[in-house]
C-alpha cells in the first residue's frame, strides 16, 4: 500500500516558516453580499448546445467530430500545424515526455517554482527532475542558471510559462540547440501568450496546455499537446489511446496510455474557442485594472510585465512585501472576512513532502516568492465593481490605514 511522506518542522527547519498556513474560512462580503472566488469558468456560450447535440447523437465517447475540430482550432490559436487532445495539462506533460523516449537514468531541467504536476509528470516516467530557481523580475526559471544544471544525463528542458508570463524562449531554444536537448513549453496557465510576436505553443518542440476549470478556457478537465512535428503529433494520437497498431486491432508497438479527450469534453472547447480572444481579453483588461489601483499601495508588488512579451495573467498575482505591514497570510485572512477568496503561489517542488529529501540545494527566489506570493480573484467574469471591491479591501487591510 502506497505510504504518506510526512514532513515536521524540525526537519524543515528554518524553512517551515515560508510554508503558507491553513486555508482561511470565506465569509459573505457584507458590501456585496457574496463571496468572490478566486476563479471560476465562463460558460455563457454554446457549450449546453453542443454537448447536448451530443447526447442527442450518441457520440460522448472519445470519437466525434468535435475531437478533430477543437484540436485543428486550437493549435491554429497557438501558431502551431499539430493539436492533439488529451485528458489533463499532466497527461499532456506525461505524454510529451513519452513521445521523446524520456525514462530511467534521464534527466528533465524545470523550475522549482512551478505547480507539482510539471515535476510529477518527469517522475512518471522514471527521469530525475532536475530544478533551478526563478528570475527575480519574471518568476519564470532563470535561463542564466539553466547551463550549470546540463549533464550527459540531460534531455529535455521543461520550462514553465508562469500564471501566463512568457518563459525567456530565444535563449532557452539557444541552450537547447547547443545541447541538442528537447524542449517541452508547460504552457498550462498560457493560453493566448506571445513572446516577441509569436505564440506561446508553437516555439518548443511541443507545448502542453491545460483545459482545467480555472484556465482562460476550459472542458472541465482536458489537455493539449501543440507541436509542428507531425511524427511527434503522430505518435502522441497512438498513445494517448493504448497505442493500437494501425495494421490490427488489439496489437501494440508501444507501451500507451488511456488518456483521450471526449468528444463531450471537446464540445465544450469548441464552445469556449468561440470566445477565446474575449476571455484572453478580458484578463489583460481586469489586469490593467488591478495595476492602476494597486500600484501606489505600499508593500504590493504588481505581477511581472517584460517587454516583448504578452502577459495574459492567468492569475492576476502580487507579492505581499514586509512593508505592507503584515504577512501575506494575514492579508488572505483578513481579505476571506470580507469575502475575498485568494491562493497562494506554488510551494516550491524543493519544499514538498514527496521531494525535500531529494533536494539539499536552497533557492532563495522561489522562496520568496513561495513566501510573500498570492493571487486575487481572476476569473474573465469578473466586473469592475468586484475589482475595485477586492483592492479597497486590500487598503483597508493594511496596518497603516486602519
Known amino acids: 500500500m502506497i505510504k504518506r511522506v510526512e514532513l515536521n518542522l524540525k526537519e524543515l527547519g528554518e524553512l517551515a516558516k515560508i510554508i503558507p498556513g491553513e486555508e482561511p474560512e470565506l465569509e459573505i462580503s457584507p458590501t456585496l453580499r457574496k463571496i468572490i472566488p478566486v476563479c471560476e469558468p465562463k460558460l455563457d456560450g454554446n ?5 447536448t447535440k451530443c447526447f442527442e447523437t450518441s457520440w460522448i465517447s472519445s470519437a466525434g467530430e468535435n475531437i478533430q475540430k477543437f484540436e485543428e482550432e486550437f493549435a491554429q490559436a497557438c501558431g502551431a500545424k499539430y493539436g492533439v487532445s488529451c485528458t489533463s495539462g499532466t497527461a499532456a506533460l506525461h505524454l510529451a515526455l513519452a513521445i521523446l523516449g524520456v525514462g530511467r537514468g534521464d534527466e528533465v531541467i524545470i523550475p522549482t517554482f512551478t ?3 510539471t515535476a510529477n509528470a518527469v517522475t512518471y ?5 532536475v530544478l533551478v530557481d526563478s528570475e527575480p523580475n519574471t518568476w519564470n526559471i532563470n535561463v542564466k542558471k539553466i547551463e550549470e544544471k546540463i549533464t550527459h544525463r540531460t534531455k529535455v528542458i521543461m520550462p514553465v510559462h508562469t500564471y501566463g508570463h512568457p518563459a525567456d524562449m530565444d535563449k532557452i531554444l539557444d541552450i537547447a540547440k547547443k545541447y541538442n536537448l528537447y524542449v517541452v513549453e508547460d504552457a498550462a496557465e498560457a493560453h493566448g501568450s506571445e513572446y516577441k510576436g509569436r505564440k506561446i505553443g508553437s516555439m518548443g518542440d511541443i507545448a502542453c496546455f491545460s483545459f482545467y476549470a480555472n484556465k482562460i478556457i476550459t472542458t472541465g478537465e482536458g489537455g493539449m499537446l501543440t507541436t509542428n512535428n507531425k511524427e511527434m503529433a503522430k505518435i502522441a494520437r497512438g498513445l494517448r489511446g493504448h497505442a493500437f497498431s494501425e495494421e490490427r486491432h488489439f496489437w501494440h508497438n508501444y507501451i500507451g496510455f488511456n488518456y483521450r479527450m471526449t468528444n463531450l469534453q471537446a464540445a465544450i472547447g469548441l464552445a469556449q474557442m468561440e470566445k ?14 488591478y495595476n492602476s489601483m494597486l500600484k501606489n499601495i505600499k508593500g504590493i508588488t504588481l505581477p511581472p510585465q517584460t517587454n516583448g512579451v504578452k502577459n495574459v495573467y492567468w492569475m492576476y498575482s502580487i507579492l505581499v512585501n514586509d512593508e505592507f505591514g503584515i504577512t501575506r497570510d494575514e492579508l488572505r485572512k483578513r481579505l476571506a472576512k470580507r469575502g475575498v477568496e485568494t491562493r497562494t503561489f506554488f510551494i516550491p517542488i524543493h519544499l514538498q513532502p514527496i521531494y525535500f529529501r531529494r533536494y539539499k540545494e536552497r533557492f532563495p527566489v522561489a522562496e520568496e516568492l513561495c513566501r510573500k506570493g498570492m493571487y486575487l480573484p481572476s476569473a474573465s467574469t469578473l466586473t469592475k465593481e468586484e475589482i475595485e471591491y477586492v483592492v479597497e479591501s486590500i487598503a483597508t487591510c493594511a496596518p497603516h490605514v486602519m
Open 47 to 51: 457549450e449546453l448546445k453542443y454537448v
Open 276 to 289: 477565446f480572444d474575449e476571455n484572453v481579453r478580458r484578463r489583460i483588461q481586469n489586469a490593467k485594472l
Open 125 to 129: 516516467t522514471g527521469a530525475k527532475p
Open 115 to 117: 505547480m507539482i504536476a
